[in-house]
């Protein structure tokens, strides 16, 4: 049942541009190729993956950064200071990042970062944040503290202990985040379509949605073969990090 939608999106991908869709064997497309050449050259959709690929590893890695020292810092140090912080940022958790986009489009604007994409990369770690923090610090609490103890006896300090003991023994951790926002980054629009006007920043979503509004309803094929092109990469990454996107799941689903 899951298979149908993507079964009926080939199949309307690779028909002939002539062929209506309920005429014939609906089961069988017309294995038209040029339909893949025409979405890539007229949907730009190319730079567009491009776009999303940098803003997607952009976010992860400042966010892991961040989010990890944050959490490490909470979980090691049980202040009042830090369990402040802590539920100031559990209760973002809670506000809809849509809800910000007005004051975050002005201060975008102050900063010159509107149209950017080291702006858009600020944007979504500032909403992804947050999810790190929670993530980091829950795994981090369940590390017995005798590795800190030991690392510190070999002259590690606090930023060397994170890194070099910590962060690599919390690498579920690291998968679970990825899991849980990777994917939701990659497919931002709501943030997206404010924070990135111009064709050539546009992401994968808005590249899709002014094509198809440009061709919606006339060309179906060269819509189909677009949105295939834009879901191979995800579907390539999902295969190859198969294994330790199920470990980090279920350790994850253990671990909350």
Same mark, same amino acid.
């Given at each position: 049942?899951? !298979?149908?939608?993507f079964?009926? @999106? ?6 002939s541009p002539? +062929?209506?869709?309920?005429?014939g064997?609906?089961?069988?497309? $017309?294995?038209c190729w040029?339909n ?11 730079m567009?993956?491009? #776009?999303?690929a940098?803003?997607?590893? &952009?976010?992860? &890695? !400042? ?12 979980? +090691?140090?049980? /202040?009042?200071? #830090?369990?402040f912080?802590?539920? @100031?940022?559990?209760?973002c958790m809670?506000?809809? &990042?849509?809800? %910000? ?10 900063? %010159?970062?509107v149209?950017? @994409? ?11 944040l ?7 610090? /829950?795994?981090i +609490?369940? *590390?017995?503290?005798?590795? =800190?103890?030991a690392?510190?006896? $070999? ?5 060397? /202990? ?14 679970s985040?990825?899991? *849980? #926002? ?9 943030q997206?379509?404010f924070?990135?006007?111009? +064709?050539s ?8 949605s ?6 919606? &309803? ?13 879901v ?10 198969q ?5 980090? *799941? /279920? =350790?994850?689903a253990?671990?909350?």
């Amino acid at each position: 049942m899951c !298979l149908i939608p993507f079964y009926v @999106l080939l199949v309307l991908a690779l028909n002939s541009p002539e +062929r209506v869709f309920y005429e014939g064997n609906i089961f069988v497309p $017309d294995f038209c190729w040029q339909n893949f050449i025409d979405a890539w050259s007229k949907s730009k959709i190319g730079m567009a993956m491009l #776009n999303s690929a940098i803003i997607t590893a &952009g976010t992860l &890695g !400042l966010t892991i950064m961040t989010g990890g020292l944050a959490g490490y810092a909470i979980a +090691r140090h049980n /202040t009042r200071y #830090n369990k402040f912080v802590f539920g @100031l940022l559990l209760s973002c958790m809670m506000i809809p &990042g849509i809800i %910000n986009t007005v004051p975050l489009y002005t201060l975008m604007r102050k900063i %010159n970062a509107v149209n950017t @994409l080291w702006g858009m990369i600020l944007v979504c770690s500032t909403l992804a944040l947050p999810s790190a923090v929670f993530i980091y610090a /829950t795994f981090i +609490r369940a *590390l017995p503290k005798e590795l =800190d103890e030991a690392a510190a006896l $070999d002259g590690c300090t606090g930023f060397s /202990t994170f890194w070099r003991v910590i962060f690599p023994a919390i690498k579920p951790a690291t998968a679970s985040f990825i899991i *849980l #926002n990777g994917f939701g980054i990659w497919n931002n629009y709501a943030q997206a379509v404010f924070f990135l006007q111009s +064709r050539s920043k546009q992401n994968i979503p808005q590249a899709l949605s002014v094509f198809f509004q440009q061709f919606g &309803g006339a060309k179906w094929h060269l819509m189909a073969s677009t949105a295939v092109i834009a879901v191979i990469p995800v579907i390539i990454i999902f295969l190859v990090f198969q294994k330790q996107f199920i470990q980090g *799941l /279920t =350790d994850g689903a253990l671990k909350g």
